[in-house]
C-alpha cells in the first residue's frame, strides 16, 4: 500500500512538470532529426541506422536520466521536507523503492521517444499515394 | 501514558557537546522546553523523533523503547520541525493525503475525512488547491501541524513552533495545541517564554545540554515572590550594577533599561520589589540564581 502509494506519488508528481515533458520532447525531435538525416538514402529502419540513432540519442539521454532520478532520490533534502517524512512509519524499502521504480519507469517512457519517431520518420518519407510503391522501392535497394 | 529520558547525552562529531545527561518525565498534556539557542532543544527533540541517535541513556514512552521500537514510536508520533519545507509543485490537499497514507491511514474515503477535517482545523481548506509554493511562513507551519496531528498522534513533539508567526497565526496555533493536550504527551520546545507561560503545565528550562530547572510554571513563579527587584538604571551605570548585585535581565522598557536582580532582600534603596514572571524564572535559571547551575556553583562570590 505505501510502496505503491510512494510510486504513484513521485510518477504523478514529476509526470506533471514540464521539465519531464521538455526532455521526452528533446528527445523526439532529435530522434527523429537522426533519423530523418540517416534515412536520406531510403535506410529508415535497417537495424544498423536504429541502433545508431539509438546510441546516439542515448547519450543524450544519459543527460537527462540523473536530472529524473536525482531529483527522486533529493528532493526531500533539497525542498527540506526530510523531517517530516523521516519521522513517518515507513519502512526503507518502501521509500526507496516506490522512489526508485517511479524515476526507473519515468526514464523509460522518456526513452521510449525514441522507437517512437520511426513512425512519423517512415511516414514522412514515404508519403501517399505513391507510400507503398515507394517505400518499397527504397527499402529493396 | 508518560515519556521517561533518562540520562541522554549526546556529542558531535566537531566536540560540542549538545545534552549532558539530559533525564526528564513527561506526563500526558503540554511540556514545555524552554531554553536559548543552541541550547540543545532541538537536537533532543530529534532524538525524541528518531531522526538522531544519541551516544547513551534511554528513552521510554509507556511501554515503548524509542531509541529501540522506531516503528512503533513513528505510528503514535507527531512531529513538527524547527525548519521543514514541502514539495513546492502539490497543492496542501494532495501532500496531506501522501502523509496520510504514510501514516498508515488505509482507505481512501478515510482519508479523505481526516484530510477535510486537519485542513478546516488548520484553517486552510479554503487555499487547499493552492500550490504550497505560494504559502506564507504561518500557512505552511500550520500544514506542518496538520501533518503533524495525522493519525491521532499519542506523542506531539513540536520544536520552535511559534518562531515567525504573526500575532494571530500564533494564537491559532497554540490554542490548536492546546486542545490537543487533553488527549497526548505534548512536548513543545521554545525561546519564547509567553509560549511556555500561556500553555503549559509543567516545564523545564536547558542551557547549554543541561536541564536547569524542571518544575510548574505557577509554582517557579511563586517561588520567586520577593526576591526580584527592579530598577531604572543609565547604559554607564549598568555595568556597575552587574558587578555589585545579582542582575538576572536587562530590558527595555518605553525607551528605559529596567534591570532586573535577584536578591532574598531588598538590594538598596533605589530597587523596587517587582511582580515576578516566567520571564524571571528563565533568567535566574539561566544565570544559576535558582535550579541545578546554582547547586553546581560554589557559594563563595555569590551574592
Given amino acids: 500500500m505505501k510502496f505503491r502509494e510512494i510510486f504513484r506519488f513521485e510518477f504523478v508528481y514529476q509526470a506533471r512538470r514540464v521539465r519531464t515533458w521538455l526532455y521526452f520532447a528533446v528527445l523526439f525531435a532529435v530522434a527523429y532529426g537522426l533519423n530523418r538525416t540517416s534515412g536520406r538514402d531510403g535506410l529508415v529502419i535497417s537495424p544498423f541506422e536504429v541502433a545508431l540513432d539509438t546510441v546516439l540519442t542515448g547519450l543524450l539521454w544519459v543527460w537527462m536520466a540523473p536530472a529524473v532520478a536525482g ?54 518519407l514515404c508519403r501517399p499515394p505513391s507510400l507503398s510503391r515507394q517505400c518499397s522501392f527504397r527499402w529493396q535497394r | 501514558m508518560t515519556l521517561q529520558i533518562r540520562g541522554i547525552s549526546k556529542t558531535y562529531p566537531n566536540g560540542v557537546q549538545a545534552l549532558k545527561d539530559v533525564a526528564l518525565t513527561i506526563p500526558k498534556g503540554m511540556y514545555g522546553l524552554l531554553g536559548p539557542n543552541g541550547a540543545g532543544k532541538s537536537t533532543l527533540m530529534r532524538i525524541l523523533a528518531t531522526l538522531q541517535e544519541p551516544d547513551g541513556g534511554s528513552v521510554q514512552l509507556g511501554e515503548i523503547d524509542v531509541l529501540k521500537q522506531k516503528d512503533e514510536v513513528r505510528q503514535t508520533l507527531g512531529y513538527l520541525p524547527q525548519e521543514f519545507g514541502v514539495y513546492p509543485k502539490v497543492n496542501a490537499e494532495e501532500l496531506l493525503d501522501y502523509f496520510a497514507v504514510l501514516k498508515g491511514v488505509g482507505s481512501r474515503r478515510a482519508r479523505q475525512g481526516v484530510v477535510e477535517s486537519l485542513l478546516r482545523k488548520t484553517n486552510l481548506w479554503d487555499v487547499r488547491e493552492q500550490k504550497l509554493s505560494g504559502y506564507s511562513g504561518g500557512m505552511r507551519q500550520r500544514f506542518g501541524v496538520a501533518v503533524a496531528l495525522l493519525g491521532n498522534p499519542k506523542l506531539m513533539i513540536v520544536d520552535e513552533p511559534t518562531a515567525g508567526l504573526d500575532p ?85 522598557y518605553a525607551g528605559r533599561t529596567v534591570a532586573h536582580v535577584y536578591c532574598d532582600s531588598t538590594p538598596g534603596p533605589a530597587f523596587e520589589p517587582a511582580k515576578p514572571d516566567l520571564e524571571d524564572v528563565y533568567f535566574s535559571a539561566v544565570t544559576g540564581r535558582i535550579g541545578r547551575r546554582r547547586e553546581h556553583q560554589r557559594p563563595e562570590g555569590r551574592p
Fill in chain 2, 168 to 252: 494571530a497565526e500564533r494564537v491559532r496555533f497554540l490554542n490548536l495545541l492546546s486542545e490537543l493536550g487533553e488527549a497526548s504527551v505534548v512536548l513543545l520546545s521554545t525561546h519564547i517564554v509567553e509560549d511556555v507561560s500561556e500553555l503549559c503545565t509543567r516545564m523545564a528550562i536547558i542551557d547549554k545540554g543541561e536541564i536547569l530547572l524542571e518544575a510548574e510554571p505557577l509554582r517557579a513563579i511563586d517561588e520567586l515572590q520577593g526576591r526580584i527587584w527592579s530598577c531604572e538604571v543609565s547604559r554607564e551605570a549598568q555595568d556597575d550594577l552587574e558587578r555589585g548585585h545579582a542582575v538576572i535581565s536587562t530590558k527595555l
Fill in chain 1, 71 to 124: 531529483s527522486a532520490a533529493a528532493r526531500d533534502v533539497q525542498t527540506r521536507m526530510y523531517p517530516l517524512i523521516y519521522a513517518a512509519p515507513i519502512s526503507k524499502a518502501d521509500y526507496l523503492g516506490g522512489r526508485f521504480l517511479a524515476a526507473f519507469v519515468l526514464n523509460a517512457l522518456i526513452l521510449a521517444a525514441l522507437p517512437y519517431t520511426s513512425v512519423p520518420t517512415v511516414f514522412s
